[in-house]
């Protein structure tokens, strides 16, 4: 990142924006939002190729302090990686109404506290020794 990049956009987004961006991405960013989805993220784009470099052009903003990119939902996540032009805000085909089967989205939570942990209902094949303490004083019973 060069210096001029660099004053550019503090000039653009502001000193706190900045150092907000260099916090949490590690690069300074300057671009328009181009939308915002269920979670909270918002999605921004560079018009400006010269700007960064090639595939750069468009970040997520998360609204955890706590993130991952599973709170990426899909239709963002294709528009971030290129697979799709125009983002879900204005593309026709994610315009179309959700299909009533579709479940809604949710992060993955592996490793949190929240993590699905299956419970099994099937008993053991083999069971652990109890032992039973006899008290003392007493003789063993032939």
């Not at 052009?57 to 706590?66: F, K, L, M, P, V």
């Not at 239709?75 to 109404?97: A, K, N, Y």
């Not at 993590?115 to 099937?122: D, E, G, I, N, R």
């Amino acid at each position: 990142m060069s210096l001029a990049r660099t004053i550019k956009n503090i000039r653009q987004v502001g000193l706190k924006q900045w150092f907000r961006d260099m916090t949490y991405i590690g690069d300074a960013k300057a671009g328009r939002l181009v939308g915002q989805d269920a979670m909270g993220n918002k999605y921004y784009e560079n018009l400006n190729p010269h700007d960064e470099v090639p595939g750069r052009g468009r970040w997520i903003e998360y609204s955890q302090d706590d993130f991952n990119a599973s709170q990426a939902t899909p239709e963002w996540h294709s528009w971030l990686h290129g697979i799709r032009h125009l983002p879900p805000t204005e593309d026709p085909i994610v315009q179309q109404s959700r299909p009533p089967w579709l479940a809604s989205y949710k992060e993955n939570l592996t490793g949190t506290r929240a993590a699905y942990k299956p419970y099994s209902t099937t008993p053991p094949k083999l069971q652990a020794w109890d032992p039973v303490a006899r008290p003392r004083g007493q003789e063993a019973k032939p």
